[in-house]
């Protein structure tokens, strides 16, 4: 289930971060679940981490507790109920 979206004037809303600031409001996300953080950060670590970690290289993974959650879910095979 996804969570409720932020309206366009909450200050946490990404559009209001500089490093946004390039960005279309329209292509921001307004709420992410954990089945949609699971869609966006399995496949970076597929395509970029792991290959870095086979190929032996140092590699030090940084990241929130939803995209943690989405590799633990990954990881472990957990299904979506």
């Given at each position: 289930?996804?969570?409720?979206?932020?309206?366009?004037?909450?200050?946490?809303?990404?559009?209001?971060?500089?490093?946004?600031?390039?960005?279309?409001?329209?292509?921001?996300?307004?709420?992410?679940?954990?089945?949609?953080?699971?869609?966006?950060?399995?496949?970076?670590?597929?395509?970029?981490?792991?290959?870095?970690?086979?190929d032996g290289k140092k590699t030090i993974?940084?990241?929130?507790?939803?995209?943690?959650?989405?590799?633990?879910?990954?990881?472990?095979?957990?299904?979506?109920?």
């Amino acid at each position: 289930m996804e969570p409720p979206a932020l309206d366009l004037d909450d200050e946490m809303h990404p559009r209001f971060s500089i490093k946004y600031q390039s960005v279309p409001v329209d292509l921001l996300p307004r709420s992410e679940s954990l089945k949609m953080t699971v869609k966006r950060v399995v496949p970076y670590w597929t395509d970029v981490i792991e290959p870095s970690l086979k190929d032996g290289k140092k590699t030090i993974v940084v990241a929130h507790g939803n995209s943690l959650r989405a590799l633990v879910k990954h990881f472990t095979g957990m299904d979506d109920s």
